[in-house]
C-alpha cells in the first residue's frame, strides 16, 4: 500500500524533527512556519497556511504560541491594514536558523545514501501523486459505509 508507506516514511521524519528540535524548544510545524516566514517583507498570516498545507485552524494556535514567546511578531500591513504580516523576531531569527542547518543535514543525509537519479524518479512520483490528488475525485463513485 502506498499511503502506508508514505505515512510512515513521514511520521518518522516528523518523530526526527521533533526530537532534535526539542533542544531548541521547537517541533516540525514550528521550524515550518519560521522557514517559510519572508522576514524581508513580512508573510501574511493567510497566505502561510495553503503555502505549508495546513488547516488555519491549527495554524492560528502555533501562531499564537509563536508570538506569546517570542518568536513572531505581527503587523499591520500598510497596504491593507486589515490584514497582519507576520516578522520574526531575534529569538525566531536564532530559531529559524536552528531548523535551516537541520532541514540542510537531513537533505544531505538523504542525498549521500540515495543514488540521486532515484531522488528525482521519488520527486517525479511526488509531484504526479499531488497532482492526481489536487485535480481528481478519488471516491467519486464509491458508497462509503461504516
Known amino acids: 500500500m502506498l499511503d502506508f508507506h508514505i505515512r510512515n516514511v513521514w511520521q518518522k521524519i516528523a518523530r ?22 519572508d522576514n524581508k517583507k ?7 497556511g495553503p503555502k505549508m498545507g495546513m488547516e488555519s485552524t491549527s495554524l492560528s ?14 503587523e499591520s500591513d500598510p497596504s491593507d491594514g486589515r ?11 536564532k ?9 540542510f543535514a537531513f537533505n544531505r543525509h538523504i542525498y549521500g545514501a540515495i543514488p540521486p537519479k532515484k531522488i528525482a524518479q521519488c ?3 511526488m509531484t504526479e501523486l499531488n497532482t ?11 458508497k462509503i459505509t461504516g
Open 132 to 142: 492526481i490528488l489536487d485535480t481528481h475525485i478519488i471516491f467519486e463513485n464509491q
Open 83 to 93: 490584514l497582519s504580516l507576520l516578522f520574526l523576531t531575534s529569538k525566531g531569527l
Open 61 to 74: 494556535r502555533i501562531l499564537k504560541n509563536m508570538e506569546t514567546k517570542g518568536y513572531i511578531l505581527r
Open 42 to 48: 513580512g508573510t501574511p498570516s493567510t497566505k502561510l
Open 95 to 103: 530559531a529559524r536558523n536552528f531548523a535551516k542547518k537541520n532541514v
Open 16 to 37: 526526527m524533527y521533533n526530537a532534535n528540535g526539542q533542544k531548541e524548544g521547537l517541533s516540525m510545524s514550528w521550524g515550518y512556519v519560521l522557514l517559510n516566514i
Open 123 to 125: 520527486i517525479e512520483v
